[in-house]
């Protein structure tokens, strides 16, 4: 006997987060995570500034699809590295690079 159960189900309604859901100007919003912390869920994404610069957001919500996001940036390079417009590598700085 063989069936197919699968694991994750897209949401039909996706995407939950836009850039137009930001409170802030962003080009993109990518690569999110999603934790349920206590009995909210937490959400960590990318975004990318005009400038190209990438941020970090953060959202929160009740039930797992309708986020609020905070207003303003969770995280943002503390100063441009040299190393283009992103993140630095690990191996381009021995000091913390980012700052709330």
């Given at each position: 006997?063989?069936?197919?159960?699968?694991?994750?189900?897209?949401?039909?309604?996706?995407?939950?987060?836009?850039k137009?859901?930001?409170?802030?100007?962003?080009?993109?919003v990518?690569?999110?995570?999603v934790?349920?912390?206590?009995?909210?869920?937490?959400?960590?994404?990318?975004?990318?500034?005009?400038?190209?610069?990438?941020?970090?957001?953060?959202?929160?919500?009740?039930?797992?699809?309708?986020?609020?996001?905070?207003?303003?940036?969770?995280?943002?390079?503390?100063?441009?590295?040299?190393?283009?417009?992103?993140?630095?590598?690990?191996?381009?700085?021995?000091?913390?690079?980012?700052?709330?």
């Open positions: 006997m063989s069936f197919r159960r699968e694991l994750v189900t897209r949401y039909g309604h996706n995407p939950i987060l836009t137009h859901d930001v409170p802030y100007v962003v080009e993109t990518h690569n999110a995570a934790i349920k912390a206590s009995h909210r869920y937490v959400m960590l994404f990318r975004s990318h500034l005009r400038s190209g610069r990438s941020i970090l957001g953060a959202a929160e919500s009740d039930d797992g699809f309708r986020f609020t996001v905070r207003p303003e940036p969770f995280m943002t390079p503390a100063t441009d590295t040299g190393c283009g417009l992103d993140w630095p590598s690990p191996t381009t700085s021995t000091a913390s690079s980012a700052s709330r």
